[in-house]
């Protein structure tokens, strides 16, 4: 069974770069036509996907972030980690790693932006 754990600081401070990382048991980051992506839900909205990495290696952004968003990955650990820099307090979300096509979804951690 594929299970997916974030991980990362709770809270970061405004103009900081908050990295999460999303490691993968029970299956492969290289598996084939495999996507992953991270998805954030602010406090009473919806959820935003922020950005995702393939099996290959291959990124793609939601370019209402700003280019403040980058994914990479350790296919030696099985982990890719989102990066988002210069936050704000509207960063402040549960931000969550998923395969969205085969349903995986991690837990989700609590990232709050504050003085």
């Known amino acids: 069974q594929v299970q997916l754990q974030e991980s990362g600081p709770g809270l970061v401070k405004p103009s900081q770069t908050v990295s999460l990382t999303c490691t993968v048991s029970?299956?492969?980051?290289?598996?084939?036509?495999?996507?992953w992506s991270w998805i954030r839900q602010a406090p009473g909205k919806g959820f935003e996907w922020m950005g995702g990495?393939?099996?290959?290696?291959?990124?793609y952004y939601n370019p209402s972030l700003k280019g403040r968003t980058t994914i990479s990955r350790d296919t030696t650990k099985n982990q890719f980690t989102l990066h988002l820099a210069s936050v704000t307090p509207e960063d402040t979300a549960v931000y969550y790693c998923?395969?969205?096509?085969?349903?995986?979804w991690g837990q989700g951690i609590q990232v709050t932006v504050t003085t």
């Open positions: 029970g299956g492969s980051i290289t598996t084939n036509d495999y996507y």
């Open positions: 998923a395969n969205v096509k085969v349903g995986y």
């Open positions: 990495i393939f099996y290959s290696g291959s990124t």
